[in-house]
């Protein structure tokens, strides 16, 4: 395993779309190994674009950028895609039932039905929905929903996952079963979350940094 204590080391990277109305400028920005790594702005400010970079969808320019400390190579993204989930917006359940949600991911990657079973069971626990793993998925409330967008993206095991606006649309109640869902994940693997709500962030997260402007800087969180 490398020695770096950073998962993502950054100097200088920029972003910019093909129509040239927004650059993404980040001019340093490390991500610990552990916990939970928050980042807040307003909307339009760049958190998505920011995200699809960490996750090797988007790939912009730079002086430095480690990811487990080794330079990303533009030439092996696809194997870098393998290690990191990003977890959409607003991400989509497939019809079926939630189970089959989750087995998918694993069925694509050849894992045998029954280790995939065991798989699936484990993370519904930790987000706490086994008891709708038999619901059809378009039965679930959104709150549920967004919980079982995070047991798919933890099913795969990746190293890291990218999370844009967890709880964008929930009430209170569900606010908190995910924030306690989150919690419980980040034990085990890494989380980068991105809000507008920057209090939110500074309940879950040790480390905040401030997108403005599509402008990165990095602050304590107040926790
Ligand atoms: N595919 C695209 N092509 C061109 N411009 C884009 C594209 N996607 C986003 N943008 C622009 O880039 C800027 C940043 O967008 P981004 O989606 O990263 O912001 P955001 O902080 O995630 O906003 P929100 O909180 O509303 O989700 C916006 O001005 C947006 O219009
Ligand atoms: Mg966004």
């Known amino acids: 395993m490398p020695q770096s204590n ?4 950054l100097k200088d990277l920029t972003f910019s779309y093909e129509t040239g109305s927004f650059t993404l400028s980040v001019d340093e920005l490390s991500i610990e190994q ?3 790594t928050g980042i807040a702005g307003p909307s339009g400010s760049g958190k998505t674009t920011l995200l699809l970079n960490l996750a090797f969808l988007l790939v912009g320019q730079w002086t430095t950028f480690e990811f487990e400390g080794r330079p990303v190579d533009r030439k092996r993204l696809i194997l870098l895609r393998n290690r990191v989930t990003y977890v959409p917006q607003n991400p ?3 019809s079926g039932t ?3 949600n989750l087995l998918y991911p694993l069925k694509l ?3 045998k039905d029954r280790e995939a079973r065991g ?3 484990d ?3 930790i987000v706490d929905i086994e008891n709708i793993l038999e619901s059809r998925s378009h039965q679930v409330s959104g709150g549920e929903a967004q919980r079982v967008c995070l047991a798919r993206a933890l099913v795969f095991e990746p190293d890291v996952i990218l999370l844009d606006e967890p709880t964008a649309n929930l009430d209170e109640e569900n606010v908190n079963n995910i924030e306690k869902a ?3 994940v980040s034990e085990r693997t890494k989380l980068i979350l991105v809000s507008h709500d920057m209090e939110q962030v500074r309940r879950l997260c040790a480390n905040l940094s401030i997108l403005r402007h599509g402008k990165l800087r990095s602050e304590k969180s107040t926790m």
């Open 98 to 100: 939630v189970e089959s």
């Open 109 to 111: 990657r050849n894992v």
């Open 92 to 94: 989509i359940l497939f």
């Open 6 to 9: 950073f998962i993502y080391r």
């Open 119 to 121: 798989l699936v069971r």
């Open 123 to 125: 993370v519904a626990e």
């Open 34 to 36: 552990n916990g939970i």
């Open 182 to 184: 989150l919690k419980a």
